[in-house]
């Protein structure tokens, strides 16, 4: 039997000629797709924010940050404090040093500071 595998284009290069996209968008496009076909949940809370929706970059970004830090970033822009994944890093990064700074300051169980 012949192998005519090579005579099929591969799905990106067939997408990007009808699309007119480069073939490494598309691939970027498909990346996407299924990192966030893993997070539905996700997907949900960013149609809410065309902000994130609406730039590849920011899905880029916010698909490769961890889950936990993800979950600060888009609260920062769901509730107000920030309007883009860039504010929203500023805000949970200055949260993040004002509790670092109480720690610190905390008294521990012997009432020293430390």
């Known amino acids: 039997m012949a192998k005519v595998g090579h005579l099929i284009p591969r799905f990106t290069t067939a ?8 073939e490494r ?23 809410q924010l065309p902000q994130i929706a609406n730039s590849g970059a920011a899905l880029d970004e916010l698909i490769a940050t961890p889950p936990e830090k993800r979950e600060a970033l888009l609260g920062a822009i769901e509730d107000g404090r920030a309007n883009s994944l860039q504010e929203a890093k500023r805000e949970v990064k200055k949260a993040e040093q004002v509790v670092a700074r109480a720690e610190r300051y905390r008294p521990n169980l012997y009432g020293h500071r430390g």
């Open 25 to 47: 968008t598309v691939r970027r496009q498909v990346k996407r797709g299924e990192e966030l076909a893993k997070a539905p949940e996700l997907v949900q809370r960013i149609e």
């Open 15 to 22: 997408t990007s000629e009808v699309t007119g996209e480069s």
